[in-house]
């Protein structure tokens, strides 16, 4: 391989796409975040009213699925079966439905066969749970990026609060009042506790599947980001990936 492989791991809402741009730009790679995969056949298993736990079936659809992955400066365009879907594979029941179909291990031993396709020219950094430990094991580099998990839900009520399907289904369970209505600490409070709890059930279901649990691989390096600005981890990163080129 001429290029090397960057491998971003870590659990929801670390950081690790934001990451993942970043290197992205700054060595000119390209940028593939594989949980869009397990996103978009999640939502094709939703459309069709398939069972998250029965991987038969779920395998078979993933046989007639093309899943395409566009790197872009920010991100990935995601196409299922040719229909952009990378906004609405970021909603919360596709999020959850993405957690429940991982953790089937033929699955994933599908979604991994894809990956290595996509990425084994190199030049890329892939990012997602298993990419040091499964997916390019012998990836030149491996960065775990991890964070306390209340720091990682109150980071991601700040960037999803505004427009998550189902802080605003619980809300209006939880008041009458109207999404024009400024949020009241009160409400923040219930929100984030949404999120976080949502954050901590796919955190035990990554952590604790049985195929290609979450963990660092033994030659990652763990960056821990509870404590650090954003801009700190860019710097950081970059210092380890230029260390390691
Ligand atoms: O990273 P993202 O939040 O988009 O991933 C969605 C879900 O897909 C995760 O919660 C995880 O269960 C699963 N996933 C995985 N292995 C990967 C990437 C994502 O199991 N490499």
Sequence with gaps: RERPIIAIDGPAGAGKSTLAAHLARRFGFLN??????????????????????EEAPLMAL??????????QLDGNRVLLDGMDVSRRIRETDVTSAASKVSVHPHLRAWMVQEQRTLGEAGGVVMEGRDIGTAVFPDAEVKIFLDAAPEVRGSRRYRQAAPRSPALEATREQNSARQTSDPVTAE???????????????????DRNRAESPLRPAADAVILDSTAMTLDEVLLQA????RSHL
Excluded: S
């Design 32 to 53: 593939l975040e594989t949980g869009a995969m397990y996103r978009a056949l999640a939502l094709k298993a939703i459309e069709n009213d398939y069972d998250f736990d």
């Design 62 to 71: 993933a046989a007639q699925t093309r899943i395409t992955l566009e790197p």
């Design 187 to 205: 409400q923040q409070r219930l929100d984030e506790e949404v999120i976080l709890r949502e954050l901590k059930d796919r955190d035990y279901r």
């Design 238 to 241: 970059e210092k380890i990936v």
